[in-house]
């Protein structure tokens, strides 16, 4: 297996590349003429009214070291508004998917988020930038203050599966910042059409454009949550 560096501790790896071939292939083979915006490739142009965000490996740090937690995240937009999104675990065999308006789905069964209503009984997730070592702008202290609010953290490394098992009642609450769109796109509409809260660190209904951060919890963690990161 051939492992790229892209940055210190950011890596590519060929299944990266394979994986959004792959995808890109039959995406501009049925939808030529729609705006692509991948990970790798970057900016594939076309019809802006029409845009897929790509992850074609999301989780590529542990897939580098044989962790088995990672998946493949495409998200498809028109006139600006998230209108489908799917999200695959392959070690799981597992398929989150939403569309807008419709619900959102586990391998064609209805998912809804957890009901704990109180974050002394919330498990959490979040996940830490890749210029953590430089930008001290870097969720750490929100990583030590909500771990002592809370039943736990988890930090495993997917952000699109984070907010699939916030959607589904793994995790009651997620939390990251500096994401890229193709990382929640399509895991954040997941979530928002099971019933999460989706909003920015701040609570901005905009968790898209930059700056971006997002905060996903179920309708009771949320307030709790965003009381916690914002001070307010």
């Not at 999301?58 to 799917?86: K, Q, W």
């Not at 939390?175 to 890229?180: A, D, H, P, Q, T």
Request: charged share 20%; hydrophobic share 40%; glycine share 8%.
């Amino acid at each position: 297996m051939r492992v790229d560096h892209k940055g210190v501790i950011d890596l590519v790896t060929e299944a990266d590349r394979r994986s959004e071939e792959f995808l890109l292939s039959h995406i501009r083979q049925r939808f030529p003429d729609d705006y692509i915006l991948t990970e790798e490739r970057g900016e594939l142009p076309g019809s802006t009214s029409r845009i897929w965000y790509i992850d074609p490996l999301d989780g590529t740090v542990n897939y580098a070291h044989g962790l088995p937690i990672f998946s493949v995240s495409i998200a498809y937009a028109i006139n600006g508004e998230m209108h489908l999104g799917v999200v695959y675990d392959p070690m799981r065999d597992e398929c989150f998917s939403a569309q807008s308006g419709a619900g959102a789905w586990l391998n064609g069964s209805p998912i809804h988020p957890s009901l704990t209503a109180d974050l002394d009984h919330a498990l959490l997730v979040t996940g830490f930038p890749y210029d953590i070592r430089t930008n001290p702008d870097n969720n750490l202290d929100h990583f030590t203050h909500l771990s002592l609010c809370s039943q736990g953290v988890r930090r495993l490394g997917s952000a699109a599966l984070d907010l699939s098992y916030v959607a589904c009642g793994r995790f009651d609450g997620f939390w990251e910042l500096r994401l890229n769109v193709w990382d929640v796109a399509a895991g954040a509409l997941v979530a928002r059409e099971a019933g999460a809260l989706v909003t920015s660190m701040s609570g901005a209904v905009d968790y898209l454009s930059p700056p971006q951060s997002i905060l996903a919890a179920n309708p009771h963690v949320h307030p709790l949550m965003l009381r916690q990161l914002t001070g307010k």
